[in-house]
Nanobody, 129 residues
Framework: HVQLVESGGGSVQAGGSLRLSCADP????????MGWFRQAPGKEREGVAVIASDGSTSYADSMEGRFTISRDNAKRTVYLEMSNLKPEDAATYYCVAEGVPMNAAQCLGAITLHGAGSIWGQGTQVTVS
């Protein structure tokens, strides 16, 4: 499988916004659940948001209302719009493609586990000051 390509990370002041993008050139993009997890230094991986192949979404509680995930199947790209960023949102954000069919709730629980059929990107850094 071709590597996921992430972009959009950077530095922002608290209260600011960023949009992360993840392109998946793989031919089965439309059938994948796509999502993001994050990991800050010294902390465990934390699922952020997912969007299933049917467009349904699921968010971690602390992100709901501030983060929005979307996908453009024609561009094979998933987006994570992050607003009202807080210092505790600072982390490396990883894009994940889950090749095993699952609903959004299952996908949010799976994306940090690197299970069978799971493809991860290299990560993009988000800094909030």
């Amino acid at each position: 499988h071709v590597q996921l390509v992430e972009s959009g990370g950077g530095s922002v002041q608290a209260g600011g916004s960023l949009r992360l993008s993840c392109a998946d050139p793989g031919v089965n993009f439309n059938t994948y659940c796509m999502g993001w997890f994050r990991q800050a230094p010294g902390k465990e991986r934390e699922g952020v948001a997912v969007i299933a192949s049917d467009g349904s979404t699921s968010y971690a509680d602390s992100m709901e209302g501030r983060f929005t995930i979307s996908r453009d199947n024609a561009k094979r790209t998933v987006y994570l719009e992050m607003s009202n960023l807080k210092p505790e949102d600072a982390a490396t954000y990883y894009c994940v493609a889950e090749g095993v069919p699952m609903n959004a709730a299952q996908c949010l629980g799976a994306i940090t586990l690197h299970g069978a059929g799971s493809i991860w990107g290299q990560g993009t850094q988000v800094t909030v000051s």
